[in-house]
């Protein structure tokens, strides 16, 4: 057996092709409109999709375990109105206070739907579509009808707008997706929670058997999802400097999108950080390039989901090719 | 065996049903004489009742009056639904409040069934979408309840008169003026809408397209776009975004939303555009944005003050309920320290009632404004 | 949950949980008419015919709620139907306004739904290996941007000739027509599911797909047969909406595929598929109904009756998992 090459590496790798559709992507955007490609323009692509991006590495966590968790747009909801009021009515006025309690609040919603899911033994789905009412509900209740606008969030609004976190370079924003890429990308490739996780996906009773406490981790997966919600509560009121109710809803849809399209399996076991990461890009530069490329703006959701659906059905195809020519070398 | 219990108890069930229902329904004179001894301590339902018994009543005391918002969790809708609800309670009467679950007409029909139920004696709806509130509104009228729209008018056939902020024309002519003199009298400009289906949006941008097309001095603005930002700071955020980069010299943007104007304000202000803004918003989400100088992004835009919306639409209610008007052209009623109103005739073929010309905020009183709404 | 089966290998015999799913039932009848005595104490004008007046809105998701029954068996998920509902509601005044008599805009209105119910059993049925819940997703934002470029900038339909939507809006004396159509139909889908060969092997297919395949069913048919009736109950629940609202927009049916989810899963049949029964859908169905409209009446606020709902969800699948284990221990 010779070592493989990179170049054959990389062409059979899943995530070769979503780079090739990224470009594509990209390549066609800047045809129809040079403005696309500036450098101001890929910040605010960026900016405007932190929110997906750090979702999706939630939602790759549940998803390899076999779960899911559509209530994320109502816990972010949740604690950005949380976080939003404080600030409102003047309780708060520390950047880095609203950040840590943001977390908190959203590790505890998750926690709570970790542990029905994990020792209740509820269907994800069932658990989480019922938090999903929950939460929002709840946003709803403290609001009192009320939102947090820009004037009200003081200083808070400002984190999204400053840069000292990418050393006056990056902003805030994207620098907070960065670092949680990068931990991201170490914990699931290099600690045994990492591949407890995946162990868990890809069969359960076996990964019980071989030692590993399945509810724990299962508990642990949700509360980070619910973890990064909170981040991404903070993260939306600072972006949109307002804080409302129905903030960001059916963002869970997109965020599952973007996984799937990204060669996250839904039945587990299978994805990784690299995928999350192109495929909530690939999102991203389509919700960005709608407009840009003067398509009428009745049509942009159908055009939108047209493309979702090209783009995964694409994604199969590219696989049974791929499967099949790597039969064929096996029987050579 | 098994089926047999199953079937039994749901037998049990639906007779158990059908007896609790004729036993009120059925006779429905009996119902309401012992009403007063049955209600468990419902505050709403019991007042809603009393109001079924009194309809003898002349005086507007003890009737109940409901408004239906567009949307939960508005501060714009509550603070129509606070002036309402102060008038209402002002003249003895009881004011129910009803947001739906979502701002959609869907939601709405359920909350209007709902009402006719519980005997209201009026309704007045911001409705989600002119047409789709008929068969539920028909319904009401059928019962006797009297309906009017505030707000978002539905249309002529499911309203008796329609409780409007401003006159279309008069917004499409102030925000028209106020392009024209943001610019200078001559360039791009382009409008961020809320969603395809809002009717006053709708009505507003075609005053304002009319009134542009009509009069020769606008001749040099262009209008270059119209986008919607479906009320979501998100894609609003996105669509004035594109707007900036595909229209490098855009000049004005005008949006009539105040979800809508909040993210474009914002993002002007962020990016130190030259593009200035004006449209429909409110004080407390705008103020961070309304200034003089080119730090600002608004130097200033227009709302009616949406307490006295929800007032204007409670004395119509009350005028409706005590028969003192039926919404036909040329009834007057008084509308308390507000003074005399007269209902005229609408561009859909019905009435409405006509609260004023817009508010100009500006620099000099955003601040006083900013924690009243 | 454990792998693409979600079924875990245990000791417990078989009549176990199938008692349980019958206790399931019967818990269900008693929980139906405690929230009848519930809103008829909180409400004075809980009556027969104010609530069989209220309900026809409410029944139209109803309709619904049969196919994905059979969805959900198959262990599948269709959240287009919302959008479906929509674009045929569309269609059909639009067929309507073109001058169409009423009976052939109906049949038509229904052929939309039934089409864009094929459209999905088609790709699901090409493409094994894709998610359900990914597809339909793709749908939803397709269908309903087909509803909004149609509908142009105006975004709303009334139909112009209202006799035909009246005329099936009508009654027999307290009773809507609609009550009686939802009503046969449960028969009939409770039947099928229970009885006929097809119904089995929506069971088969729910509990593992390849044994189904291997035992001769025709597992593609049966998929896509499921998914074209949930296209054209959409259509019917979507002409019903329409004679209940006078019009469509495109916000029309948003959010019915999570309540009929909602109902289905309240009833007893898991979204992991091959478990329940059309007659526990049926009865949660009508038990979500009564509330809303109970705690409709009494004016609470309408984000506290979605919260309350979302604690049932949950609380209707944990409890008889926890009392399920503790039966468990103390048998051991």
């Known amino acids: ?332 | 065996m098994k089926k047999k219990l199953l079937s039994a108890l749901l037998c049990v069930a639906m007779s158990a049903t059908l007896f609790a229902g004729c036993g009120n329904g059925g006779t429905p004179a009996n119902n309401d004489a012992n009403e007063p001894s049955s209600s468990a301590g419902a505050d709403a339902g019991d007042s809603a009742d009393d109001a079924g018994a009194g309809t003898d009543d002349s005086a507007s005391g003890g009737k109940t009056y409901a408004m239906v918002t567009k949307s939960a969790g508005n501060p714009y809708n509550e603070k129509e639904a606070e002036g309402f609800k102060e008038v209402i309670e002002a003249n003895g009467g009881t004011a129910i409040i009803q947001h739906p679950e979502a701002a959609t007409a869907d939601a709405q029909v359920s909350v209007i069934q709902s009402l006719i139920s519980q005997g209201v004696d009026s309704i007045s709806v911001a409705a989600n979408d002119a047409n789709a509130l008929q068969a539920a509104l028909e319904e009401a009228m059928a019962a006797g309840i009297k309906v009017s729209a505030v707000d978002s008018a539905t249309n002529a056939a499911s309203r008796m008169t329609f409780a409007n902020q401003a006159g279309t024309k008069e917004i499409g002519q102030t925000l028209m003026d106020a392009v024209y003199d943001i610019s200078g009298g001559s360039g791009q400009w382009a409008i961020v809408s809320a969603t395809s289906q809002a009717t006053n949006q709708n009505a507003w941008i075609d005053a304002m397209k009319e009134i542009m097309e009509s009069d020769s001095k606008y001749a040099d603005l262009e209008l270059v776009s119209i986008e919607y930002g479906d009320d979501v700071p998100e894609k609003s955020t996105t669509v004035t975004q594109a707007l900036l980069t595909n229209y490098p010299d855009l000049k004005v943007i005008c949006a009539p939303t105040t979800v809508g104007i909040a993210a474009a304000a914002k993002v002007l202000q962020d990016q130190g555009s030259s593009c200035k803004l004006t449209g429909l918003g409110l004080p407390s989400e705008m103020a961070a944005y309304i200034g003089d100088g080119d730090s600002f992004s608004c130097p200033y835009m227009f709302l009616w003050n949406p307490i006295d919306v929800g007032r204007l639409s409670a004395y119509i209610s009350l005028a409706l309920v005590n028969g003192d008007i039926n919404g036909a052209t040329g009834d007057t009623f008084e509308a308390g320290d507000m003074g005399s109103y007269t209902v005229v005739d609408a561009a859909d073929g019905g009435t409405e009632v006509i609260l004023g010309p817009p508010f100009k905020f500006d620099p000099s009183n955003i601040n006083e404004w900013k924690d009243i709404y | 949950m454990a792998g693409k089966s979600g079924r875990t290998i245990s000791a417990t015999p078989e009549n176990v949980w199938k008692k349980q799913i019958f206790s399931w039932e019967g818990i269900l009848v008693v929980i139906f008419l405690a929230v009848i005595v519930l809103c008829k104490l909180l409400s004075p004008n809980y009556t027969f015919v104010n609530v069989l007046r209220e309900m026809p809105k409410y029944l139209t998701e109803i309709f619904l709620l049969f196919p994905m029954a059979y969805i959900l068996m198959l262990g599948e998920i269709d959240i287009s139907v919302g959008s479906i509902v929509c674009l045929s509601a569309t269609a059909g005044c639009l067929i309507s306004n073109a001058g169409v008599p009423f009976g052939a805009a109906a049949v038509l209105t229904l052929l939309v739904g039934a089409a864009c119910g094929a459209v999905n059993g088609l790709i699901l049925v090409k493409f094994p290996e894709l998610p359900s819940m990914i597809i339909t997703l793709g749908t939803q934002i397709v269908f309903r941007g087909i509803a909004e470029i149609v509908l142009g900038s105006g975004g709303s339909v009334s139909p112009t000739n209202m006799d035909g939507y009246r005329m099936i809006a009508g009654k027999i004396g307290p009773f809507p027509y609609i009550f009686f159509l939802v009503i046969i139909s449960a028969v009939i889908f409770a039947v099928v599911s229970a009885k006929m060969k097809y119904g089995r092997s929506l069971y088969a297919i729910g509990s593992n797909r390849r044994t189904a395949f291997y035992s001769g069913i025709r597992v593609n048919k049966v998929i896509f047969i499921a998914y074209t009736l949930m296209g054209l109950f959409a259509g019917i629940a979507g002409l019903f909406l329409t004679s209940a609202t006078y019009a469509a927009n495109t916000t029309t049916g948003k959010g019915f595929e999570m309540d009929a989810i909602a109902m289905a899963v309240f009833g007893g049949i898991a979204t992991t598929g091959g478990k329940g029964r059309m007659v526990g859908g049926v009865i949660s169905a009508f038990i979500i109904i009564c509330l809303r409209i109970g705690l409709g009446q009494i004016n609470m606020n309408s984000q506290l009756i979605l919260v309350i709902i979302g604690i049932l969800l949950i609380c209707a699948v944990l409890l008889p998992n926890i009392t399920g284990s503790l039966r468990l221990k103390k048998r051991d």
């Not at chain 1, 939460?135 to 003081?154: C, E, K, P």
């Not at chain 1, 170490?186 to 929670?193: E, I």
């Not at chain 1, 587990?268 to 995928?275: E, L, N, P, Q, T």
């Open chain 1, 1 to 332: 057996m010779e070592k493989k090459s990179i170049w054959k590496r990389i062409a059979d790798s899943r995530e070769a092709s979503l780079v090739i559709v990224l470009i594509l992507l990209c390549a066609a955007v800047s045809i129809r409109n040079p403005a696309f490609m500036t450098l101001s323009n890929l910040e605010e692509i960026l900016k405007n999709n932190a929110v997906t991006m750090i979702l999706a590495l939630g939602m790759l966590c549940v998803l390899l375990i076999g779960g899911i968790d559509i209530s994320i747009a109502s816990t972010l909801a949740f604690t950005g109105m949380s976080v939003g009021l404080l600030f409102k009515y003047g309780y708060m006025g520390s950047t880095l206070l609203g950040f840590l309690l943001a977390l908190v609040i959203g590790a505890v919603c998750g926690f709570i739907i970790g542990l029905v899911i994990g020792k209740g033994k509820v269907t994800p789905i069932i658990a989480t579509m019922g938090f999903m009412y929950i939460y929002r509900g709840l946003a709803y209740v403290i609001g009192n009808s009320q939102w947090a606008g820009a004037d009200a969030l003081g200083d808070f609004k400002n984190f999204a707008l400053g840069k000292y976190l990418g050393f006056g370079v990056i902003n805030n924003v994207i620098m907070v997706t960065v670092i949680c890429y990068i931990i991201f990308f170490f914990v699931m490739k290099w600690t045994k929670f990492g591949r407890n996780i995946y162990a868990v996906g890809s069969n359960e009773e076996a990964a019980a058997i071989s030692g590993i406490n399945v509810s724990r981790v299962k508990i642990a997966v949700y509360t980070i999802m619910g973890l990064l919600s909170g981040l991404c509560g903070a993260l939306a009121t600072t972006v949109y400097a307002s804080a409302q109710p129905d903030m960001q809803t059916g963002k869970e849809m997109d965020v599952i999108a973007a996984c799937v399209i990204g060669g996250v399996s839904m039945s587990g076991g299978k994805g990784s950080v690299g995928g999350a990461l192109l495929g909530s890009l690939i999102l991203a530069v389509i919700a960005k390039a709608l407009p840009l490329v003067g398509i009428n703006s009745l049509a942009q959701n159908t055009v939108k989901g047209v493309l979702i659906v090209v783009v995964i059905i694409l994604n199969v195809i590219t696989k049974r090719v791929m499967d099949k020519s790597a039969l064929e070398r096996r029987e050579m």
